[in-house]
Nanobody
Framework: QVQLVESGGGLVQAGGSLRLSCTAS????????MGWYRQAPGKQRELVAA???????NSADSVKGRFTISRDNAKNTVYLQMNSLKPEDTAVYYC??????????????????WGKGTLVTVSS
């Protein structure tokens, strides 16, 4: 079993900052990538930012220059530093883990897991 524990959400005024953390634990053989998605009320879940095991990152255009994703491989933890927050950043933020490994003797190249989500509310 794999568990993802998120923390760091909350209420902040526009222009403020928050830092989200997500730690993965359990039966993890190898991590391909970790990332953050968000889902605002009435909208589809969207990618915010992701980082591969090699350190390559990608992020949504809407957060470029404001959000930074980083990772501590030794702790299986991914962070999302969110600066200059805007009301439109209000959403539930979900941690995502993409792993590879073996199950019942068979190799799988990608298996994804989701955290339960943490709410970020930005007031105007």
């Amino acid at each position: 079993q794999v568990q993802l524990v998120e923390s760091g959400g909350g209420l902040v005024q526009a222009g403020g900052s928050l830092r989200l953390s997500c730690t993965a634990s359990g039966s993890i053989f190898s991590i391909n990538a970790m990332g953050w998605y968000r889902q605002a009320p009435g909208k589809q879940r969207e990618l915010v930012a992701a980082i591969t095991s090699g350190g390559s990152t990608n992020s949504a255009d809407s957060v470029k220059g404001r959000f930074t994703i980083s990772r501590d491989n030794a702790k299986n933890t991914v962070y999302l530093q969110m600066n200059s927050l805007k009301p439109e950043d209000t959403a539930v933020y979900y941690c995502n883990l993409d792993t590879s490994g073996y199950s019942s003797g068979s190799y799988y190249s990608s298996r994804k897991y989701w955290g339960k989500g943490t709410l970020v509310t930005v007031s105007s």
